[in-house]
């Protein structure tokens, strides 16, 4: 678990060096996948709708998203929240 910890705190600390947009692309380009991509940006977009108030129904038309995505996402947000979701809508939202 100790390599587990130390490989995260890596994948944070280059997250947080990247100074804009490009250079984020950049990186998710070569550390993941186009599928792991895809993935994880379809799950942010469920998160937003979810705290938008969106529908399931909706939400699998707009983003091609399982209903079972959406209720992981959904038990994310109501019980296992670590706040990293409202973190970030909050600031999208501050720079709008």
Avoid: H, W
Avoid at 13 to 37: G, H, R, V
């Amino acid at each position: 678990m100790k390599n587990t910890e130390s490989n995260l705190k890596l994948l944070y600390k280059a997250i947080l060096s990247l100074k804009d947009e490009d250079e984020c692309k950049a990186f998710f380009e070569d550390l993941c996948t186009p599928q792991e991509l895809n993935a994880i940006s379809q799950r942010l977009s469920v998160a937003s709708m979810l705290t938008d108030g969106a529908v399931y129904n909706t939400i699998v038309d707009e983003t091609g998203a399982s209903t079972a995505t959406i209720s992981r996402v959904n038990k994310t947000l109501n019980y296992q929240a670590a706040g990293g979701y409202k973190i970030v809508f909050d600031r999208i939202k501050e720079k709008k």
